[in-house]
Each structure stands twice: as structure tokens, then as C-alpha cells.
């Protein structure tokens, strides 16, 4: 059923567009403003879910797991669009909302389907008495595919907006990385601990605003490395000194140098 957080969510937040600052607003779905751009009461969703997968010691101290899964997901609840034009503008201020430039809720928009693959390795490697590594590696891929979006409300029709639009699809499609991968590797030697861990983020593509995708911007995958020391003192009690991405790796430059909404 619809968490209470998504039948009485409320929120505020600042975007800058051409720097410009906008107020957008989320409306709960029960309020006037909400049902006036044609919210209605959030439906329990519906999914099915499919997997199967296989585990494997192929040789001494090698572990493989491999999984694949398939989600259906129908009247997903998600966010709507942000309705930003001018008549939204204009009702929102005779509502009471004279500074809020934009408007949103929540709404059982669309159908989705997710196909997934999951493959994690193992591998212990004891160096004599005292010693030992642990090396393990991850994938995952993953494709979010949008099967159905909702008619848009006559009432929300009315003011030439669109309830799902193609930013918040492409939220769901390519908003977040496709792939990960992960190495990690932990050596022990009687009460020292040293462990290496480096992962890959898959490639992620932002929209904005304007229809013909002259905004659109793909950012690239990147690598993150971390790494840390732990010594045990009296078999209880653990100090840990690392460092978080070794390599101060940050995300490609917005080139439009613009938040989108």
C-alpha cells in the first residue's frame, strides 16, 4: 500500500535554472492544489518478481555466485513532472503560493520492468600460520525500462503540462549507473588488518528542460579507492585508520553549470 510518507509528503526546494532561483513545491495528493492538477488517491502497487541463480566452488578456496532477476512493477508510484509554466505560476499564487514557481505530487504514473545480473567472487588464500587474504569482486548490471506511462489528467491537461514527463522518465531509465563493479582485498596478519577496496560507478545521463535534449548531458563512469589499517588490541577492541577516495576523484562538470529540475 502507499507509505504515509507518499500520501503526505510536503516539501520546498530551490532549483536554479539559467540562474535563475525557482521555489518548487510538492503538494500531498490530498490537498486542493494537488487534486486541482488532477492528483488522485495513491493505489497499492503491483510487482512480480522472478529469479533464479546458481553458486559455485569450482576449485579449492574459489566461491562464484551468479543471480538474475526480473521485476514488473505496475502502478509504480513515483513523482510526477514539474509543472512550471506560467499558468501553473499564476494559479499557484491565487492559491496562496505567490513565490512557488513549480509544482509536483505524487502519483501512480507508470510500469516499469527491471532486468538485473549479480555475480560476486571469492577467493582465501591462507599465508602461513598467521596470515591471510581475502580477495573478493562484484558485478551488477541493471536496465530500468518505463513499459507504460498514465494518460495525463484532463484537469493538469488544462494547464498544457504532462503528468510523466521525459526528465522524470529518463530518472528512471538512465538516472543512476546501469553497471557497478567493486574489487576489494583484506589482508590479516595476527592482529593487523589492511584492506584495499576500489569501484567502478557506471556512466549516468542527466535531461533538462528543453524538448530537443540540448541540455542533456551523460556523465561519465568513475572509479572510487579507499583505503584503511585496523591492529586489535587485547582481542577487543579495533582501531581503524583509512582514507576515502585515495584519489580525490569528482564527477564530470555540469557543462551547462545549471541544476536541473
Not at 569450482?58 to 510526477?80: E, W
Not at 514539474?82 to 494559479?91: L, S
Not at 504514473?109 to 599465508?127: K, M, Q
Given at each position: 500500500a502507499p507509505s504515509l510518507g507518499q500520501s503526505f509528503f510536503s516539501a520546498t526546494s530551490t532549483n536554479f535554472i539559467g540562474g535563475m532561483q525557482f521555489e518548487n513545491r510538492t503538494f500531498p495528493v490530498n490537498t486542493g492544489v494537488a487534486q486541482a492538477l488532477g492528483a488522485r488517491e495513491l493505489t497499492a502497487?503491483?510487482?512480480?518478481?522472478?529469479?533464479?541463480?546458481?553458486?559455485?566452488?569450482?576449485?579449492?578456496?574459489?566461491?562464484?555466485?551468479?543471480?538474475?532477476?526480473?521485476?514488473?512493477?505496475?502502478?509504480?508510484?513515483?513523482?510526477?513532472?514539474?509543472?512550471?509554466?506560467?499558468?501553473?505560476?499564476?494559479?499557484?499564487?491565487?492559491?496562496?503560493?505567490?513565490?512557488?514557481?513549480?509544482?509536483?505530487?505524487?502519483?501512480?504514473?507508470?510500469?516499469?520492468?527491471?532486468?538485473?545480473?549479480?555475480?560476486?567472487?571469492?577467493?582465501?588464500?591462507?599465508?602461513?600460520?598467521?596470515?591471510?587474504?581475502?580477495?573478493?569482486?562484484?558485478?551488477?548490471?541493471?536496465?530500468?525500462?518505463?513499459?507504460?506511462?498514465?494518460?495525463?489528467?484532463?484537469?493538469l491537461s488544462a494547464f498544457q503540462e504532462t503528468l510523466f514527463d521525459r526528465i522524470e522518465r529518463n530518472r528512471i531509465e538512465r538516472g543512476q549507473p546501469r553497471n557497478n563493479f567493486n574489487v576489494s582485498g583484506v589482508f590479516s596478519y595476527n592482529a593487523l588488518g589492511i584492506t584495499a577496496r576500489t569501484q567502478r560507478f557506471g556512466e549516468v545521463t542527466v535531461f533538462d528542460l528543453p524538448p530537443d535534449g540540448s541540455l542533456d548531458q551523460t556523465f561519465s563512469a568513475k572509479w572510487i579507492t579507499d583505503a584503511s589499517v585496523a591492529y586489535t588490541f587485547a582481542a577487543r577492541y579495533t582501531l581503524t585508520v583509512g582514507v576515502d577516495n585515495i584519489f580525490d576523484v569528482y564527477p564530470d562538470p555540469n557543462s551547462q553549470g545549471n541544476a536541473t529540475t
Open positions: 502497487e503491483k510487482s512480480e518478481n522472478y529469479s533464479f541463480g546458481v553458486a559455485l566452488n569450482p576449485v579449492r578456496n574459489l566461491s562464484l555466485t551468479a543471480d538474475y532477476y526480473q521485476i514488473l512493477i505496475d502502478d509504480r508510484i513515483v513523482f510526477s513532472g514539474n509543472f512550471t509554466g506560467t499558468a501553473i505560476r499564476d494559479f499557484l499564487a491565487a492559491q496562496g503560493f505567490p513565490g512557488v514557481a513549480g509544482a509536483r505530487y505524487f502519483t501512480n504514473a507508470i510500469d516499469t520492468r527491471t532486468l538485473g545480473v549479480d555475480v560476486v567472487v571469492n577467493y582465501g588464500l591462507t599465508l602461513g600460520t598467521t596470515s591471510t587474504l581475502r580477495l573478493t569482486a562484484g558485478y551488477n548490471y541493471n536496465v530500468n525500462r518505463v513499459l507504460r506511462v498514465a494518460a495525463t489528467p484532463p484537469a
